[in-house]
């Protein structure tokens, strides 16, 4: 059955679910470079845990304004900016998506080239929307007739937490999140990101294993890893620039010996979890 989009039918659609601070920001620039893959000028859509807000860290819809607001605002003939600035564009359907769920197929179909062969959402924060979410994602992108496949990107848990409270503090320096690690380990949308176990068994529960591609970050800049990528997704391989960083966290913020202990106990069992999921494919630079 054609959906409402007909032009999107048998394209494949990857959607990088997660996780956050595990280099999906040079990920989406990877996926950008390859003339086959179409991604979405918005990095983070944040289209189905803006539906499924549980353990949200911000109110998506209203960032989706506001990003519209300022590209409205901008110097410059407003009319010019819009049809040659792709952002103006993708931030004006990322507002209709606030009404109407088909303007995000709608989104991809309008950014679709005669190349395109994979359309690509990378939003971290898909990773908590829960087997609701997915379910919703799934039913939504079933009626374009389109291969789902569904990327989740793991980090030594530690150094990943780690790397999320410093970049929060940097974002945001009045919260004070990495010097207030201690709060941070009982805030439920934070620690819900640490959670891998969680993650990993709703996906298991909501996707086929073929639908799945479970990589580390530790590896993701390797030929062996990007292969891999680029075969689940049918596309050709071309080589990624591992000396390259993209949104990389500058706050050097020293990890105590304290608080690497607490968060060790923390998230042991997240340790425990992965190693009996994943076996020998966790990266040996994983801590615990």
Not at 25 to 32: E, G, P, T, V
Not at 37 to 65: G, R, Y
Not at 111 to 127: F, G, N, Q, R, S
Request: charged share 25%.
């Amino acid at each position: 059955m054609v959906g409402t989009f007909s032009e999107l039918q048998g394209k494949t659609f990857l959607i990088c679910v997660g996780g956050m601070r595990c280099a999906t920001s040079w990920l989406f620039h990877y996926l950008h470079s390859l003339p086959e893959v179409s991604v979405s000028p918005i990095k983070e859509l944040h289209f189905f845990n803006a539906k499924f807000p549980n353990n949200s860290l911000s109110d998506m819809n209203v960032l989706a304004l506001k990003r519209l607001e300022v590209h409205a605002s901008r110097v410059g003939n407003p009319v010019d900016n819009l049809l040659y600035e792709p952002s103006f564009q993708a931030s004006i359907d990322r507002v209709q998506m606030i009404y109407d769920d088909d303007a995000y197929l709608g989104h991809f179909a309008r950014i679709m080239t005669p190349e395109t062969k994979v359309l690509c959402d990378v939003t971290p924060a898909y990773a908590v929307i829960g087997q609701e979410g997915f379910a919703f994602m799934k039913r939504l992108l079933a009626k374009e007739g389109v291969d789902l496949k569904i990327l989740y990107i793991m980090r030594d848990p530690i150094d990943r937490l780690w790397s999320q409270l410093r970049h929060m503090q940097q974002t945001n320096p009045a919260a004070d999140v990495a010097t207030r690690w201690l709060e941070a380990l009982q805030s439920e949308p934070i620690m819900a990101r640490a959670d891998y176990q969680a993650t990993v068994n709703d996906l298991d529960a909501s996707f086929a294993a073929d639908e799945l591609l479970y990589l580390f970050y530790e590896e993701l800049f390797t030929e062996p890893a990007l292969g891999k990528l680029c075969s689940f997704i049918k596309a050709d391989y071309r080589p990624g620039n591992s000396e390259e960083r993209r949104n990389q966290t500058e706050l050097d913020w020293e990890m105590t010996e304290e608080a690497r202990s607490a968060i060790l106990n923390k998230l042991s069992p997240q340790y425990a979890f992965c190693r009996g999921r994943f076996g020998d494919l966790i990266p040996a630079q994983w801590a615990a």
